[in-house]
Nanobody, 125 residues
Framework: QVQLVESGGGLVQAGGSLRLSCAAS????????MGWFRQAPGKEREFVAR????????YHADSVKGRFTISRDNAKNTVYLQMNSLKPEDTAVYYC??????????????????WGQGTQVTVSS
């Protein structure tokens, strides 16, 4: 089992940047592929990005491709989401999640076994 705690959210103007962090504790962090999801008010939770166990392969949703970058530091048990050129439509609660399955571009919420509590990101226009 792994526990996940997100941080780094906040209020930012459109065009600005934020870096989210997700610190993991418990079972070996490098055993998990990691993902970021987000949920806006009244909407379904949606996939944002995924990174494999070693960090060698990443996947990003089309809506964030070229603006957001997922990365991880296994020595620090942390996964990051660098968000640049933020837009008001990026406003949501952002969640990190852990997946015991190593392969594939797994983008469904049900693919991930463990979740953090989320961090709010608000982008003003």
């Amino acid at each position: 089992q792994v526990q996940l705690v997100e941080s780094g959210g906040g209020l930012v103007q459109a065009g600005g940047s934020l870096r989210l962090s997700c610190a993991a504790s418990g079972r070996t962090f490098s055993s998990y592929a990691m993902g970021w999801f987000r949920q806006a008010p009244g909407k379904e939770r949606e996939f944002v990005a995924r990174i494999t166990r070693s960090g060698g392969v990443t996947y990003h949703a089309d809506s964030v491709k070229g603006r957001f970058t997922i990365s991880r530091d296994n020595a620090k048990n942390t996964v990051y989401l660098q968000m640049n050129s933020l837009k008001p439509e990026d406003t949501a609660v952002y969640y990190c999640a852990a997946d015991t399955t190593a392969w594939g571009a797994r983008v469904r919420r049900d693919d991930y076994e463990y979740w953090g509590q989320g961090t709010q990101v608000t982008v003003s226009s």
